[in-house]
């Protein structure tokens, strides 16, 4: 099962690709996560990104095609992937087709996830994870069980993107309709095209994607 979750930032994608990843036994590829690691190690392609990222431009299509590309070969996506932040522009989705035909790979589904614009950014101004396990949490929407401990692992440590300030939100959600929206109709004319509504709640999200992928 090899999947794209495509939608807007703070639309859901982390989230629920964590979710399906144990019930589908699939990889989550973040290409965002890949160049986070990139950033914090200092590596050359981490430099090229940070600067980028940190105000909420896309990377070059090379960096992050050269990224995925080595990434799915590894053993934990035999059973299948699940893209979040790939593909974000047409050159990219072209790459990602050429990509998989050569490793005798198919997509079999591209799910948008539907959320209200406004939405978004109390989203992601809102996001917030545990800095030991990765664990996403939101300050309303999504509060650990017990106030400062990780539901996950314990931990009281939890961290904040640089990015995930209002301004550069905007910036972001400008680069995904002028760049990414425009491969929405790339996968509608290949039948691969299913949308979910965003706006539910994150269980609920969960049992519209199950539906979705059950019946791939
Ligand atoms: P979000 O989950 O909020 O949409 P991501 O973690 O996916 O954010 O991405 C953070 C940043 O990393 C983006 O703003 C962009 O600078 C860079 N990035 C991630 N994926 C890509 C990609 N496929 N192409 C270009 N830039 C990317
Ligand atoms: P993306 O990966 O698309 O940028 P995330 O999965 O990181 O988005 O979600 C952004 C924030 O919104 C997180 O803090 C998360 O807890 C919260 N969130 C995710 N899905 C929902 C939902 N359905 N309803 C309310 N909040 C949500
Ligand atoms: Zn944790």
């Not at 996001?127 to 509060?143: E, I, P, S, W």
């Amino acid at each position: 099962m090899n999947l794209i979750l495509l939608g807007p930032p703070g639309a859901g994608k982390g989230t629920q690709a964590k979710r399906l990843e144990d019930k589908f036994s699939i990889a989550q590829l973040s290409t965002g996560d890949m160049l986070r690691a990139e950033v914090s190690s200092g590596s050359e392609l981490g430099v090229t990104a940070k600067k980028l990222m940190e105000a909420g431009e896309l990377v070059p299509d090379s960096l992050v095609i050269g990224i995925i590309s080595g990434r799915i070969d590894d053993e934990d996506c035999k059973n299948g992937f699940i893209l979040d932040g790939f593909p974000r522009t047409e050159a990219q989705a072209e790459a990602l087709d050429e990509m998989l035909s050569s490793k005798e790979l198919k997509l079999n589904k591209v799910v948008q996830l539907v959320v209200d614009e406004e939405a978004l950014v109390e989203r992601v101004t809102g996001r917030y994870t545990c800095a030991k396990c990765g664990n996403g949490y939101h300050d309303k929407f999504q509060q650990p069980s017990k106030e400062g401990v990780c539901d996950n692992c314990g931990s009281e440590e939890f961290k904040r993107r640089a990015d995930d300030n209002e301004e550069t939100v905007r910036t972001r959600l400008r680069a995904y309709h002028e760049q990414t929206a425009p491969i929405i109709p790339y996968y509608e004319a290949k039948g691969l095209m299913e949308r979910v509504d965003g706006m539910a709640d994150i269980e609920d999200v969960t049992k519209q994607l199950e539906r979705i992928l059950e019946a791939a």
